[in-house]
């Protein structure tokens, strides 16, 4: 049974990683006890779901603009001062969203713009924070140390959202921003004991054309070019592409609890937290990961589950009929409770060694930048998808859209693996970008 359960060797054997794991473990939760807070704020100010919808749009835009161009800087400069600077800016952000909530300041217009300040200082802080990793532990613990965190982070989204909507219920606003501002120190302490970490010099660097001396727009888009050029560091991003545009269900979880299974927005938040659970027992059990030496095969078997889980969620959705229930129907929400679980667990498990190959096999002097696109992909995909399953709903309704997205992202992403054959045989072993 121990084999099973997740490999705590990177604790124990870094005193750095465990700091930074304890501290962003910590801030995580108070972040989410942001993102709903603001939501809710948003909405207590203008009664509109639009208003609260036009909360991502702020959020995501920044996130993608300077994901890209945050790598680069991570590349170019010592990513302990990187992170940590980012990461000062982030608390103080963080500090202005309690005041305006304790002043009453009751301004939407602020709060977008706190927001997306959040969001560009998070964009520069996240590649940075990822690329320190592969400098704190040996490359044979990237899939432990990247389960670990994804557990964190799966907590974080299943108990964050509960605890800041009973904050602001019991105490207002200012109260679950303010406990986010304190929580936030844990992650400002844990960056700043780190130790230098200057980029590694780029091989040709000497010879004065190494992509670490370029800077601004160039090295983004040197970047990218490294990447054109890298299959195996490509695919583990399209991949994730084939199952986040195509198959990704959040954006029909609220229909489903109001139209299909009944409850409501109960029922819709017992959905959402399934699919988190899924990704927390995945990391609890994630012992084994580390022996997993055929990384891009684990990749597209856990997608292939992926795709096929929410296919099956689709299907109890076609089965009980768009009928407005009175009552919940359990045994129906059983069954989309168990798909949404391997679901959310099969997204850990693509998501654990995605990043792990793109921390052993891209060179240092590229994390950064990867990182940049890495984030850059893992948010907006999820946008792009809601998007996608949303007009599919209109058309179809929400239990063929979940059906037609599951099976559209298997031959996709077969399509995908059989045009990339090396990344069917990617061997950790010996990691080739």
């Known amino acids: 049974m121990a084999r099973l359960l997740a490999d705590l060797t990177p604790l124990r054997v870094s005193p750095d990683f465990r700091r930074l794991w304890w501290g962003l473990g910590i801030s995580n939760l108070g972040s989410q006890l942001t993102v709903v807070a603001v939501g809710l704020q948003v909405y207590d100010l203008t009664g509109s779901t639009l208003a609260v ?4 749009v702020f959020a995501l835009v920044p ?39 304790w002043l009453d300041v009751g301004s939407v217009h602020l709060l977008y713009g706190l927001v997306a300040l959040q969001s560009a200082a998070f964009a520069i802080n996240n590649p940075a924070r990822s690329a320190i990793i592969p400098r704190l532990l040996p490359a044979h613990l990237m899939p432990a140390a990247n389960a670990l965190q994804t557990l964190t982070l799966n907590v974080a989204l299943t108990g964050g959202p509960l605890a800041g909507s009973a904050l602001v219920l019991a105490g207002g606003y200012g109260w679950a921003y303010t406990i986010d501002a304190l929580a936030f120190t844990a992650a400002l302490w844990a960056t700043w004991r780190l130790p230098h970490l200057p980029p590694e010099v780029a091989p040709d660097a000497a010879a004065g054309a190494g992509v670490q001396r370029a ?3 160039r090295s983004v888009l040197d970047g990218l070019r490294y990447l054109a050029t890298r299959p195996n560091l490509r695919t583990s991003f399209v991949v994730d592409l084939c199952a986040m545009v195509l198959a990704f269900p959040r954006v029909l979880l609220p229909a489903a609890g109001l139209i299909y299974l009944g409850g409501g927005a109960g029922t819709t938040g017992v959905l959402a937290a399934a699919f988190a659970a899924g990704g927390i027992l995945a990391t609890l059990f994630s012992g084994p990961f580390g022996h997993v030496h055929r990384q891009g095969r684990a990749i597209i078997w856990a997608i292939t589950a992926w795709a096929l889980s929410v296919a099956a969620f689709g299907v109890v959705l076609v089965l009980v009929g768009r009928g407005n229930p009175t009552g919940v129907l359990a045994g129906a929400l059983v069954l989309a409770c168990v798909a949404l679980m391997l679901a959310g667990g099969t997204d850990a498990v693509s998501a654990i060694f995605r990043q792990s190959i793109l921390q052993t096999a891209a060179p240092d ?9 890495f984030i850059v992909v893992v948010a907006g995909g999820p946008r792009l998808g809601e998007l996608w399953l949303g007009a599919q709903a209109s058309w179809f309704t929400e239990g063929w859209a979940a059906v037609a997205g599951g099976l559209t992202c298997l031959v996709a992403l077969w399509l995908v693996a059989w045009r990339t054959p090396r990344f069917w045989r990617y061997d950790a072993r010996t990691p080739e970008p």
């Open 63 to 101: 996130l993608m603009v300077l994901g890209l161009y945050g790598g680069a800087l991570v590349d170019r400069h010592d990513r302990r001062t990187v992170a940590l600077l980012a990461s000062v800016v982030l608390w103080l952000v963080t500090i202005a969203i309690a005041v305006q909530a």
């Open 53 to 56: 919808g036009t909360l991502g």
């Open 215 to 217: 800077s601004g727009l």
């Open 365 to 373: 002097h590229m994390r950064g930048r990867l990182q940049g696109v």
